[in-house]
């Protein structure tokens, strides 16, 4: 089963967060938090690495906290997966660098292939940008209800 990790999905959101302050000041961490529901370490862990990637910027201090570093516009939704998760990859042949003894009677790969290719061309079209002006059209009883196709609310995996 293909999952989105919980660290990706908390990333977005905290990115959009950060994206959509009008005001351009640091958000305390501590309040992000609270508001996203995302643990205050795990939270840390994500913002540790969007720093050092250059997409957040922290403010130390009593009056510090997180802010975005750059236009949403130029964030692709590609290049936060990358930040948080590595190169995507769907199975692990595509990313051997060793010749594949099954390779050449192997369908299966051109397809993975294929599907690797869609979802890495569908993540760097979608900006933090594009996400932030699409949530901004679902309504907040849309976005409450929002159910799997088991009927279950979605849960983002580990």
Not at 47 to 57: C, D, E, F
Not at 113 to 131: F, N, Y
Request: glycine content about 8%; hydrophobic content about 35%.
């Amino acid at each position: 089963m293909f999952r989105i990790s919980r660290r990706l999905d908390y990333g977005l959101h905290l990115l959009m967060a950060l994206a959509t302050d009008k005001s351009g000041q640091a958000q305390p961490s501590a309040k992000l938090s609270e508001k996203l529901q995302i643990p205050l370490p795990f939270l840390h862990q994500i913002a540790h690495s969007l720093m050092q990637s250059g997409m957040i910027k922290a403010s130390p201090g009593p009056r510090g906290g997180l802010r975005l570093n750059g236009d949403a516009s130029s964030i692709t939704v590609l290049k936060i997966a990358e930040v948080l998760e590595g190169p995507i990859t769907v199975t692990p042949c595509l990313d051997c660098t060793d010749t594949c003894p099954r390779q050449d009677i192997c369908s299966a790969q051109t397809m993975w292939a294929g599907l690797q290719g869609k979802i890495i061309d569908h993540l760097g079209a979608s900006t933090l940008q594009s996400l932030i002006e699409r949530e901004d059209g679902i309504p907040e009883s849309a976005m409450i209800e929002s159910k799997g196709p088991n009927g279950k609310k979605p849960v983002p995996a580990d």
